[in-house]
């Protein structure tokens, strides 16, 4: 066993006790890294000298100081939409090459704080908009699993890295389902807390009213213990929350009926023609497992399902129109020659951003504009409405919405290039869950036919991030789909 | 839904994007495509629902108080062209 099959959990206690050193796990980190990455394109910026100095820190502080930090050492992945003060940060972006942010988002300085250490930057889908981390301008991600495939997006990179053992633990975005659908790609769990739980200071606006901080990990319990480090009302984030946040006792000795008393609906609306059939089973298996824990199983409907995607896909390019404004060549990022400033600025975006960014730009630039803000945008905003309400009368039914992550397994590279709106249909099932600002939660619950990690998703109401979190870990307790490990030593790479 | 090109020409101008003629050939053809399908939206009823702008149900605001923050220097360190402690753009007015 090397340190990299630990989890986040067991690497900490073992570097805690002594066993294991950071510099031995981070060098560790770093070396497979080099191995894999090539093939993988996960990463796009690599911190190994800095990683490795600070690695050294924690060691002395290890051996120095008897309360250790809860990560310290603990060497851990940045979805690059993330700024780490003095490390380049891209959103995958050509019109931020060679930025260097002056400050530190405040997710990753908390668990900075707790002594984690951030060895990279990943790849994503230029500015968080994608669904595979192929609208990345600097070439796609690859699946672990199959290096054929998509790891999912826009935190395809986090996923990847995480599930190619590089890291324990990489942090993502989850704007439409960003950390939830790489996880269930990737075979990995994935938590988008609650809109509003975890700070945004410092995380490259995409749609500021859906974007949420997340994290990429093996098991609930990692998760668990990231967003208790994350989680927090902060100053600089005037939408994060205070509210307090109390886990379950994860480490509690597991009892036969671990989940009773909770009531799990399953909505008809998320299981629609055209899903891949090993993704309904494997929800519906995972299910009646949930239930042998002794959870209640009930129907539940959520009426307004189907207008999420266009209620997404109006509200969050134009969001993103008026964020990216400041994307200028003036501030920050390279520039374009003009004899104006509109040329300049104009030259700059229209040459430096990708086609998805500009579709968006567009997309939002259009509901926003004089004459059809009305017919789509405030109309996207009342059936945004609608949809919350849906979430709403179900928690007065049930704890958790059980639900599949996406409609299919990875699919291949290229798979939608030609064809934005097929690629849209890839959120269905993740969008709404931000729209209402609820917390989701996607883990592995089997394999489909050919391989490749199928993955469920638990919902809950806001702030109830220990329900998801319970319950993920006691299905984890009784499965082994979370600990299995893509065959990398033997694919082509 | 049908969608001009002089429509999507006046939307990229709007949007501070300079495209080329096959650019706006394709996002046209695109655009229009997606929005046939927003089209569904028109079909709920809304009459009497509120709008939702955000996930939160009131937005809290801090004193405005004076604080240390980032220097000028770090503010400048990104930008293509800086001169005297400043941006630098080309001129806003012709010189006369």
Known sequence: MTPLDLTLSELRAALAGGELSSRQVTRACLDR????????????????ERALAEAEQADRRLREERRAGALLGVPIAVKDVLAVEDMPCT???????????????????????????????????????GSSTENSAYGPTRNPWALDRVPGGSSGGSAAAVAARIVPAGLGSDTGGSVRQPAAFCGLTGLKPTYGRVSRYGLIAYGSSLDCVGTLTRTAEDAALLLAIMAGRDPLDSTSADRPLTLPDL???????????????????????????????????????????????????????????????????????????????????????GSSPQEVMARTRGQRFGAEVERRIMLGTYALSRGYYEAYYAQAQKVRTLIRRDFEAAFERVDLIA????????????????????????????????????????????FDGQGLPVGMQLMAAPFREDLLLGAAHAYQQVTDWHLRAPALEEANL | MS???????????LARLELDEAALTRYCRQLAS??????????????????AGSALAACPLRPDQPRPGLTVADLLKNAAEVEAGQFKIPPVFEAE
């Not at chain 1, 080099?34 to 911190?47: M, N, S």
């Not at chain 1, 930025?99 to 060895?119: S, Y």
């Not at chain 1, 307004?304 to 969001?319: C, G, M, S």
């Open chain 2, 3 to 13: 969608l001009s090109i002089e429509e999507v020409r006046h939307i990229a101008a």
């Open chain 1, 251 to 337: 480490k509690a000795a597991p009892t036969s009926l671990p989940l009773r008393g909770l009531r799990i609906g399953v909505p008809d609306e998320y299981f629609v023609a055209g899903m891949q059939a090993e993704v309904e089973a494997g929800v519906r298996t995972a299910v009646a497992a949930l239930a042998d824990l002794g959870a209640e199983v009930l129907p539940v409907s959520l009426p307004h399902t189907e207008y999420a995607l266009p209620v997404y896909y109006l509200l969050a390019p134009a969001e993103a129109s008026a964020n990216l404004a400041r994307y200028d060549g003036i501030r920050y990022g390279p520039r374009l020659a």
């Open chain 1, 33 to 48: 890294l080099a191995r894999l990455d090539p093939a993988l394109h996960a990463f796009l910026y690599v911190a190994g």
């Open chain 1, 91 to 129: 959103a995958g972006s050509k019109i931020l090459e060679g930025f260097l942010p002056p400050f530190t988002a405040t997710a990753v300085r908390r668990l900075q704080e707790a002594g984690a250490i951030v060895i990279g930057k990943t790849n994503t889908d230029e500015f968080a908009m």
């Open chain 1, 403 to 446: 639900a599949p992550v996406a409609p299919s397994t990875a699919f291949p590279l290229g798979a939608h290039s030609d064809d934005p709106l097929s690629m849209y249909l890839e959120d269905i099932y993740t969008l709404p869950a931000n729209l209402a600002g609820v917390p989701g939660l996607a883990f592995p619950v089997g």
């Open chain 2, 34 to 51: 997606i929005l046939d399908y927003m089209a569904r939206l028109r079909q709920v009823d809304v009459s009497g629902v509120p709008p």
